[in-house]
């Protein structure tokens, strides 16, 4: 919450990035299974990349630390289903 504070001043929006990576399990992490070695020299690397980019208002992110405990979670729902619908 203090970092999301200190850029109300200076920014008007936050960018969600999330990017899934189609091979994977559930618990493995892809920065191991897909890294510069194996794409590079191994040319083994993610069967296909999925990005996904949104632009949320800072005026839409609670200031309130419990509320903003509240949305960072229903956040984090939303991305996992995300997830699994597309990967």
Not at 21 to 42: A, E, V
Not at 47 to 74: G, N, Q, S, Y
């Amino acid at each position: 919450m203090f970092c999301v504070d200190s850029l109300r001043d200076t920014t008007s929006h936050l960018i969600d990035v999330t990017i899934g990576y189609k091979g994977t399990m559930p618990g493995q992490i892809p920065s191991k299974l897909y890294n510069l070695k194996s794409i590079f020299l191994d040319g083994r690397g993610p069967p296909e990349v999925h990005m996904h980019v949104r632009k949320i208002p800072l005026k839409d992110v609670p200031r309130d630390e419990k509320a903003f405990v509240d949305w960072t979670m229903k956040l984090c729902v939303r991305i996992r289903g995300r997830c699994r619908n597309v990967l």
